[in-house]
Antibody, heavy 119, light 108 residues
Framework: EVQLVESGGGLVQPGRSLRLSCTASGFTFGDYAMSWFRQAPGKGLEWVGFIRSKAYGGTTEYAASVKGRFTISRDDSKSIAYLQMNSLKTEDTAVYYC??????????WGQGTLVTVSS | DIQMTQSPSSLSASVGDRVTITCQASQDISNYLNWYQQKPGKAPKLLIYDASNLETGVPSRFSGSGSGTDFTFTISSLQPEDIATYYCQQYDNLLPYTFGQGTKLEIK
């Protein structure tokens, strides 16, 4: 059974940093891209970014709203994807989801982790 | 960015009804279109990928169609457990990936 479990969310002050983790199981993690999405309270879904598999260079892409502040990385030996969030703003407050999959990059979603940016 | 215009924003229907939601892209996205179901407090669930392919394990009453700029999502016979918000998402190679604003489906 495929599982994605996010962790690392919490309350953080504006301007500070936070790192989220997404631990995967049930599929060959290193063979697939991993993505991050977010959903502000009561709002719709927003793509944050993704990291390609090593076979495709392990390169990353980001939404304009987070580019230069957020960094996605992966540790294939541990089946973990990370979202490093720096210079956080109040508008980054959201539930953050990681996704992955074997048919599409969006087959499976984690349960989400809440990040609240507030002073 | 590619804009996704989803309609209606809310919908009330009876059990057994046929329900249709539409999504229009601001430019040609071929068939790079997903449909998701999201229940309150839960993560989105992929139902349809590549515009018309049913994700494994998803009931056959759900279907999708379309290509280019115009897409349709259909529930052939609404069930009580289908109450949720539904989103379309485009994943064309031209980033960023973008979503429709969502359709909140309620039972009449």
């Amino acid at each position: 059974e495929v599982q994605l479990v996010e962790s690392g969310g919490g309350l953080v002050q504006p301007g500070r940093s936070l790192r989220l983790s997404c631990t995967a199981s049930g599929f060959t993690f290193g063979d697939y891209a991993m993505s991050w999405f977010r959903q502000a309270p009561g709002k719709g879904l927003e793509w944050v970014g993704f990291i390609r598999s090593k076979a495709y260079g392990g390169t990353t892409e980001y939404a304009a709203s987070v580019k230069g502040r957020f960094t996605i990385s992966r540790d294939d030996s541990k089946s973990i994807a990370y979202l490093q969030m720096n210079s956080l703003k109040t508008e980054d407050t959201a539930v953050y989801y990681c996704t992955g999959g074997t048919v599409t990059p969006f087959d499976y979603w984690g349960q989400g982790t809440l990040v609240t940016v507030s002073s | 960015d590619i804009q996704m215009t989803q309609s209606p924003s809310s919908l009330s229907a009876s059990v057994g009804d046929r329900v249709t939601i539409t999504c229009q892209a601001s430019q040609d996205i071929s068939n790079y279109l997903n449909w998701y179901q999201q229940k309150p407090g839960k993560a989105p669930k992929l139902l349809i990928y590549d515009a018309s392919n049913l994700e494994t394990g998803v009931p056959s009453r759900f279907s999708g169609s379309g290509s280019g700029t115009d897409f349709t999502f259909t529930i052939s016979s609404l069930q009580p457990e289908d109450i949720a918000t539904y989103y379309c998402q485009q994943y064309d190679n031209l980033l960023p990936y973008t979503f429709g604003q969502g359709t909140k489906l309620e039972i009449k």
